[in-house]
């Protein structure tokens, strides 16, 4: 990202952060998985009072109270519980619930990061609402850092074709733009399917053939991986060779700290087939 590019996400996120309450949020709901992971990476965890299904890192959020999950938010809960933060996920959250939790009147952050970078600018953008900035900026730091080395370390790597399992039944797979698709280019690896139409695919078995891929990355689920058995097709070079690989499906589908995991994991496999 160059300068400008910076300049111009460092103005957005203050002028979003700065249209809050000046006093920092001490009653925080967390509508999302990654929300959560955020603000306990910067030391606002205690501050959550209620969250969604699957919250589940680190082991501390498994006790904090539900209050819906993807197919919509109690609404009355939010009211009763009163916090002065409310942390929404646009591309997770219901809209018709985001929208009636700003008419109520609730002080509205909605992150919904988009790169792997943008996990960086939010940790910080979440350490003003909270007024935790110094270890937020430590968190975004190192997470910088921490990117832009495996940025490095993989980039002279040979190429590698990759299919990855999004699910199987329908098949589906990741293309330009969607989140899992940086992860892989990070790691150097050529998604077969990264010039699709949509960001998320829905492909043929024959399709796959076609392709030929080096290596099949499935999530880590169970009915993912059980919904396909690629040993019947020994022409694809990664059932030849054996690179097929299940990953953690929170390390890649959430846009937290952790995801940096996640481009470790993704790497490594890839490496196995170099």
């Known amino acids: 990202m160059n300068i400008l590019c910076k ?3 460092a103005l957005s996120l203050f002028i979003s952060v700065a249209s809050y309450a000046a006093e920092p949020a001490k009653r925080i709901i967390a509508l999302s998985p990654h929300a959560v992971e955020m603000l306990y990476a910067i030391g606002a965890g205690e501050s959550i009072v209620a969250t969604t299904d699957h919250a589940d890192y680190p082991e501390a959020a498994l006790k904090i109270p539900r209050i819906g999950g993807y197919h919509g938010i109690q609404i009355e809960r939010v009211l009763e519980l009163n916090p002065d933060l409310v942390v929404v996920w646009g591309g997770g959250n219901k809209a018709e619930d985001i929208q009636r939790i700003k008419d109520l009147g609730f002080e509205v952050f909605d992150s919904t990061p988009k790169t792997l970078l943008a996990v960086a600018d939010e940790l910080e953008a979440l350490g003003e609402l909270t007024g935790n900035q110094a270890q937020a900026a430590t968190a975004a730091e190192a997470y910088r850092h921490e990117l832009a080395r495996l940025q490095q370390v993989n980039l002279a790597k040979p190429e590698v074709k990759v299919f990855y ?3 199987s039944t329908p098949l589906m797979t990741v293309a330009q733009g969607s989140w899992i698709q940086q992860i892989i280019a990070v790691c150097h690896g050529n998604n077969v399917f990264a010039d699709s139409a949509n ?3 829905q492909v043929s078995l024959e399709t796959v053939l076609l392709k030929l891929p080096e290596v099949i990355l499935q999530s880590q689920d169970e009915g993912n991986i059980q919904g396909i058995d690629w040993g ?6 990664a059932v030849k060779q054996q690179h097929i690989y299940q990953l953690n499906a929170d390390l890649l589908h959430r846009a937290s700290p952790r995801a940096l995991l996640g481009v470790e994991a993704l790497c490594e496999a890839l490496d196995k087939a170099r």
């Open 7 to 9: 300049s111009i996400v």
């Open 165 to 167: 399992q999004l699910w």
């Open 199 to 201: 960001e998320y695919p």
């Open 232 to 237: 019947q097709w020994p022409e694809i070079p």
